[in-house]
């Protein structure tokens, strides 16, 4: 009797083994399992572990972005990169006796701007006597932006001896996105149009080696470009270049 109930029990014991082993429902956690991270629905697999692990949700890491700085570079993601203009981009040319083409531009604040090239750099007629910073700017540059305080400052400081002409060379700004930009960054000189400067553009191209690169700017002095900054400028180096003009 005695032993009928044991071999009875061994049977038991063996059936509900079998049993859990069918059901999945018996886990050996002394082998190795593969630890792995879901990223996008996926499942990548990075490496195995000799000790047994807990069975929790797996969290995707977390990606932090690299900032990425202005480069001499067409093809960076950049905001402060332009492509350069084509030739087949160019308008038909206004020229003058002396050669140099006429442009005849008009600022997003209604102001109409004369501008007439010169073998080594550019005449304004409406801003006779005058330094005259040329800038070529993008609505999406941080460096851009972080320059027009500086412009700010110039302008304030010498407002009876220089004038600013700010182009938006990237994207058309409708009316109301550059309203927004002139009143967040105080901005009281005129901005013209990237589409209505294209030929202007491709002269600083071809004339001064601009690749594209933002913010790129030009100090000219009766008709003589005297400095050019390509990349953000800080308000000490462009400061002390138009004090030196002033002398």
């Known amino acids: 009797m005695l032993i009928l109930k044991k071999t009875t029990l061994i049977q038991i014991s063996i059936l509900t083994t079998t049993l859990f082993l069918n059901t999945g429902c018996l886990e050996f956690l002394d082998?190795?399992?593969?630890?792995v991270v879901v990223i996008n629905k996926q499942q990548i697999k990075t490496r195995v572990l000799s000790a047994p692990v807990s069975r929790q949700r797996a969290v995707a890491p977390v990606l932090t972005p690299i900032p990425v700085e202005c480069?001499?570079?067409?093809?960076?993601?950049?905001?402060?990169q332009k492509k350069p203009i084509s030739s087949k981009e160019l308008k038909p040319k206004r020229v003058?006796?002396?050669?140099?083409e006429v442009h005849k531009l008009r600022?997003?604040?209604?102001?109409?701007?004369?501008i007439v090239e010169r073998k080594n750099g550019f005449y304004f007629p409406q801003y006779k006597n005058k330094i005259v910073i040329l800038q070529m700017f993008g609505k999406n540059c941080s460096h851009c932006i972080k320059e027009?305080?500086?412009?700010?400052?110039?302008?304030?400081?010498?407002?009876?001896?220089?004038?600013?002409?700010a182009i938006q060379v990237e994207d058309k700004m409708g009316p109301r996105e550059a309203r927004r930009l002139i009143q967040k960054h105080h901005i009281k000189y005129p901005i013209i149009p990237g589409d209505d400067a294209t030929n202007?553009?491709?002269?600083?191209?071809?004339?001064?080696?601009?690749?594209?690169i933002l913010p790129y700017t030009l100090v000219v002095q009766n008709g003589v470009t005297e400095f050019t900054y390509p990349g953000e400028v800080g308000y000490n180096e462009i400061n002390s270049n138009i004090r030196s003009l002033l002398r």
């Open 148 to 165: 027009m305080p500086v412009l700010h400052k110039i302008y304030n400081k010498y407002r009876k001896n220089i004038e600013i002409i």
């Open 200 to 212: 202007l553009q491709y002269n600083v191209q071809s004339t001064y080696g601009w690749t594209g």
């Open 107 to 114: 600022s997003i604040q209604g102001k109409k701007i004369t």
């Open 96 to 100: 003058t006796m002396e050669g140099g």
């Open 31 to 35: 082998e190795p399992s593969p630890e």
């Open 71 to 80: 480069t001499d570079d067409i093809n960076s993601p950049s905001g402060c």
